[in-house]
């Protein structure tokens, strides 16, 4: 069963900083329902939010062909940042899921929207 502490994101969460002071972007970490470690996207100069969502998007590092450039580089560096410690023994062909926990970026959040800067 997937589980991640507010300990493990306290070790997590200096390395994301350092990310995203890299890439000048602002954005916070958060743990949700104990087992999925988040990092909402506030605002920068990376482009993720499509303009059909209007400024919010929800990004898997399981799609990271999507992404091109930057932001590649980006993701790229935070699924490394933010699954330090995490394990995946998942075998889908025998419906057996095993995960140390998930993790999963969003671009803004639904009541507030991802602003892009210069």
């Known amino acids: 069963m997937a589980y991640v502490s507010k300990e493990t994101k306290e070790l997590i969460a200096p390395k994301v900083k350092e990310i995203l002071k890299k890439y000048k972007m602002k954005g916070t970490l958060s743990v949700r329902n104990y087992s999925t470690l988040i990092l909402t996207l506030n605002e920068g100069p990376l482009k993720f939010a499509q303009d059909d969502l209007d400024g919010y998007a929800q990004m898997s590092f399981h799609h990271l062909d999507r992404f091109e450039g930057k932001e590649r580089s980006f993701m790229r560096e935070l699924q490394v940042a933010m699954n330090d410690g995490n394990h995946d023994r998942s075998d ?14 969003y671009a803004g959040r639904w009541d507030k929207r991802y602003k892009l800067t210069a």
């Open 92 to 105: 889908s062909m025998t419906d057996y899921f095993d995960v140390g926990w998930y993790a999963y970026v």
